[in-house]
């Protein structure tokens, strides 16, 4: 190897660890994803990448079981983003906070694999915030990285994973792919009613590798619930609440309904400091803004 050689790679080797000595353990640049549904772990939680893209957020008019509010947008998202491959657990609750949020019942069964419930918005957030600040301190969660909720339009560009049919599996969805209850989607086939929660990772993942998208424990969201999906670029109505009903949104269907409230592109409202056991959540790592 020639001296010109050995310098360069010092050289490169000292930006490196500059880099890691800023950032933490890596860069913000080599902290992003390369392909869609890599994963990653991050203070323990398993993430997967979902790429900058565009998509068509909302249903089609013919979809079967569309509700009022589901008319279609096109959204950019211009940055990417990890989504946690699962619902957030008790185990994962126990570990960042202490106590859990709300009771157990009959539906929730304690067990640090089975999905925090009965948890309101406001409390979801603080799980976020210490999540964020444990990765930060531990190196794991470069300085300008954070955990939040999604906003509604990651929600659904996560949980679509590049489809776009009414759920992540197709047209249909059966109750052997997801965890609800009662009748399957569009003539699916009819598998098990648990009617409770089930572990989390209990069902098949989507094509980006995020198991639950589908039933088992609504999922917070971080924007609003406005009447009209939001489109654009980047949309995030986490502040929007002046032109908003007093209603947070949740994704995503339960254990509790049928096939149908779990496709992609259904949305509810939920009053941000309500809780019940079939509401959870998940959270994604995201780039702040220079």
Known sequence: MTRRSLLLGTLATAVAAASRSVFGQESPSSFRGR???????????????????????????????????????????????????????QGQWHRVIGKLPGEL????????????????????????????????????????????????????YACRAGTTTATAFGNTLSSK???????????????????????????????????????????????????????GTDPDLYLAKRSATRSRVRRGGCWADDGWPCRSAFRLRFEPERRYDHIGFRVVAVQLLE
């Not at 979801?124 to 909720?149: D, I, M, V, Y």
């Not at 069902?203 to 198991?211: E, F, I, M, S, T």
């Open 35 to 89: 392909k869609p549904g890599e994963e990653r772990e991050i203070d323990t939680i398993t993430v997967c990448w979902c790429p900058p893209g565009r998509f068509v957020m909302g249903s089609p008019p013919g979809e079967l079981e569309r509700r009022p509010g589901e008319d279609q947008v096109e959204v950019t998202l211009t940055t990417g983003f990890w989504t946690a491959k699962y619902e957030t657990t």
């Open 105 to 156: 019942t009959a539906e929730l069964p304690g067990g640090d694999d089975f999905p925090v419930g009965n948890v309101n918005f406001a409390e979801a957030e603080a799980f976020c915030q210490r999540l964020t600040e444990h990765g930060r301190q531990s190196g794991a969660l470069p300085k300008n990285w954070e955990f939040r909720l999604p906003t509604e339009a990651q929600w659904e």
């Open 177 to 231: 792919q997801a965890n609800f209850k009662g009748k399957s989607y569009n003539g699916a086939e009819q598998g098990p009613s648990l009617n409770r929660a089930a572990p989390v990772g209990s069902y098949p993942a989507n094509a980006w590798g995020l198991h639950d998208m589908h039933g088992n424990t609504f999922e917070w969201c971080r924007d609003w619930y406005h009447a009209r999906l939001p489109g």
